[in-house]
């Protein structure tokens, strides 16, 4: 997916959030937005939205001296999210279809995104996952997969922010009682809300996966800036199952075959789902929509 002009002004409404985040002084903010906009005029709007963020937050983080600016808001949606997933993995486990119902509950969890929202409603997005179908729908094709692979294929699960990470454990462990080798990878450093090592081991993913970083802290999946290590289990992983908008912005047209589990929270996003998809883009706004993608059941 490549980057729009909306995304452009989208930049410079992140780099004003960051600086309200961490109550940074209005000569702090200015100096952001400045140091931004002046990346604006040579960006590649070829490369897809997370490889041109990374830029962006690099940018913020020179100009307003922040490493990790959503660190205490990563903290609280871990926190949140561990006080609820007993109750969650109870539902999961008298649904119908148990893995279903845990990767609805793990597609919630992507409506905490800082990058995309400001003030993301989990308990919103929770309620909703209970009953609305997704926009695209490719659950069928989705679990059929899952089914005709054997045990101890090798299972790829891209993370993608904090608090999220914790509802994926459903997934996780639902994958991990069918006898799969699954690794989890995670941001090599700070970059907005997404998840890092210490935040995937927080949320217990490592009694389900063994827990790797892709070497990069562009927020999405860009294979050029990640780790040979991290290249090497993508290519040869039997299964991928990509979580959030900014892993689908990034690999939406590679050459794998992929399951996208995501909220769609931006029109740029909605309208390139809905192209992939041959869906009518009145029927994905980019409101916070939930999409299951098998990028081989469309094609």
């Given at each position: 997916m490549k980057t729009s002009a909306e995304c452009l002004a989208c930049f410079l409404?992140?780099?004003?959030?960051?600086?309200?985040?961490?109550?940074?002084?209005?000569?702090?903010?200015?100096?952001?937005?400045?140091?931004?906009?002046?990346?604006?005029?040579?960006?590649?709007?070829?490369?897809?939205?997370?490889?041109?963020?990374?830029h962006v937050y690099q940018a913020i983080h020179v100009a307003a001296g922040i490493e990790d600016p959503y660190r205490e808001l990563k903290n609280e949606s871990n926190a949140q999210a561990l006080k609820l997933l007993e109750s969650l993995r109870l539902e999961v486990l008298c649904d119908d279809v148990p893995l279903l119902a845990a990767a609805r509950f793990a597609i919630a969890g992507n409506i905490i995104d800082y990058g995309a929202m400001s003030n993301p409603d989990i308990d919103k997005a929770l309620a909703q996952s209970r009953s609305s179908v997704p926009v695209v729908d490719h659950?069928?094709?989705?679990?059929?997969?899952?089914?005709?692979?054997?045990?101890?294929?090798?299972?790829?699960?891209?993370?993608?922010?904090?608090?999220?990470?914790?509802?994926?454990?459903?997934?996780?462990?639902g994958l991990h009682k069918s006898g799969f080798d699954i690794t989890v990878a995670v941001k090599d450093g700070p970059i907005i809300n997404d998840a890092l090592l210490e935040d995937a081991y927080a949320a217990g993913l490592d009694k389900y996966a063994r827990i790797?970083?892709?070497?990069?802290?562009?927020?999405?999946?860009?294979?050029?800036?990640?780790?040979?290590?991290?290249?090497?289990?993508?290519?040869?992983?039997?299964l991928i199952i990509s979580k959030g908008q900014g892993n689908f912005e990034s690999l939406s047209e590679a050459d794998r075959d992929i399951v996208f589990l995501l909220t769609v929270k931006c029109r740029v996003a909605a309208r390139h789902l809905a192209e992939l998809t041959d869906t009518a883009p009145g029927d994905v706004p980019g409101n916070g929509e939930m999409a299951i993608y098998f990028s081989r059941a469309a094609k």
């Amino acid at each position: 997916m490549k980057t729009s002009a909306e995304c452009l002004a989208c930049f410079l409404r992140q780099t004003v959030q960051v600086g309200r985040v961490c109550h940074c002084s209005e000569e702090s903010q200015i100096a952001s937005v400045k140091a931004v906009s002046r990346l604006l005029p040579e960006m590649d709007t070829t490369k897809s939205p997370p490889q041109n963020a990374y830029h962006v937050y690099q940018a913020i983080h020179v100009a307003a001296g922040i490493e990790d600016p959503y660190r205490e808001l990563k903290n609280e949606s871990n926190a949140q999210a561990l006080k609820l997933l007993e109750s969650l993995r109870l539902e999961v486990l008298c649904d119908d279809v148990p893995l279903l119902a845990a990767a609805r509950f793990a597609i919630a969890g992507n409506i905490i995104d800082y990058g995309a929202m400001s003030n993301p409603d989990i308990d919103k997005a929770l309620a909703q996952s209970r009953s609305s179908v997704p926009v695209v729908d490719h659950s069928t094709a989705f679990l059929a997969r899952i089914n005709t692979l054997e045990k101890g294929a090798r299972i790829l699960y891209l993370a993608d922010n904090c608090g999220e990470i914790v509802y994926d454990a459903l997934l996780l462990e639902g994958l991990h009682k069918s006898g799969f080798d699954i690794t989890v990878a995670v941001k090599d450093g700070p970059i907005i809300n997404d998840a890092l090592l210490e935040d995937a081991y927080a949320a217990g993913l490592d009694k389900y996966a063994r827990i790797i970083s892709n070497g990069t802290r562009c927020p999405g999946t860009v294979l050029d800036l990640c780790s040979s290590e991290f290249v090497e289990i993508f290519e040869t992983a039997d299964l991928i199952i990509s979580k959030g908008q900014g892993n689908f912005e990034s690999l939406s047209e590679a050459d794998r075959d992929i399951v996208f589990l995501l909220t769609v929270k931006c029109r740029v996003a909605a309208r390139h789902l809905a192209e992939l998809t041959d869906t009518a883009p009145g029927d994905v706004p980019g409101n916070g929509e939930m999409a299951i993608y098998f990028s081989r059941a469309a094609k």
